[in-house]
């Protein structure tokens, strides 16, 4: 008798190996995803929290002319924007301009994409009424860094941004709606959830 794997054995093998193996890649990718909107929340909240530190610390800003900023701030567009902007103040006019804006004298230090495919959601806040578009300033001015949240339209005087005890930015990976928030309060504390 010849021992061996008929032609009926190893089609069934090959078939359960193709089955394994295209469940193993699609909970691979789905986890890629959500690695990528960990690791850009994580950076969102890092990069506050250097900006808080760099308040603290009366950091020179090089891109500023070697000069210590008032306040140096994050800002984020809004709604379903990629990217948001750190920036250094040195006009005081307390952050409330996009950066990059004309006439705006608030000096760009970096624009941060998200991830591929992450996006802000959506911005919740606490303790105000913003009018206009949702767009978000946060400063911090020394010497403690007092946490300025700012939400709304600073570029046109009928919708002036007003200030909030608490903002949560959710951010969202675009095809399946998982969501991770970066919560900053008044007091400084900022921590993802």
């Known amino acids: 008798m010849k021992k061996g794997f008929t032609i009926i054995e190893l089609f069934i093998v090959m078939a359960i190996i193709s089955i394994l193996s295209s469940v193993v890649f699609l909970n691979w990718k789905h986890g890629e995803q959500l690695f990528a909107l960990q690791n850009s929340a994580y950076k969102l909240c890092q990069d506050i929290r250097e900006m808080q530190e ?3 610390s009366a950091n020179v800003c090089t891109e500023c002319g070697n000069v210590v900023p008032l306040r140096y701030g994050i800002y984020s567009d809004g ?3 990629n990217f948001y902007q750190l920036f250094a ?5 307390d952050g409330l301009f996009f950066p990059s804006a004309p006439g705006s004298d608030d000096i760009l230090i970096k624009t941060m994409e998200y991830e591929d495919d ?5 911005i919740v806040w606490d303790g105000c009424s913003p009018k206009g578009p949702k767009k978000v300033h946060l400063t911090f001015a020394p010497p403690d860094p007092k946490t300025e949240i700012w939400i709304g339209r600073p570029d046109h005087p009928v919708h002036a941004p007003v200030q909030c005890s608490k903002v949560t930015l959710n951010l969202c990976i675009g095809t399946s709606g998982e969501i ?3 919560i900053i309060n008044q007091s400084g504390l900022v921590y993802v959830e």
Request: aromatic residues 6%; negative net charge.
């Open 79 to 81: 709604d379903d924007s």
């Open 118 to 122: 992450i996006y802000l959601k959506s």
């Open 54 to 56: 760099m308040t603290m």
């Open 89 to 93: 103040e040195i006009n005081n006019d």
């Open 180 to 182: 991770k928030s970066v």
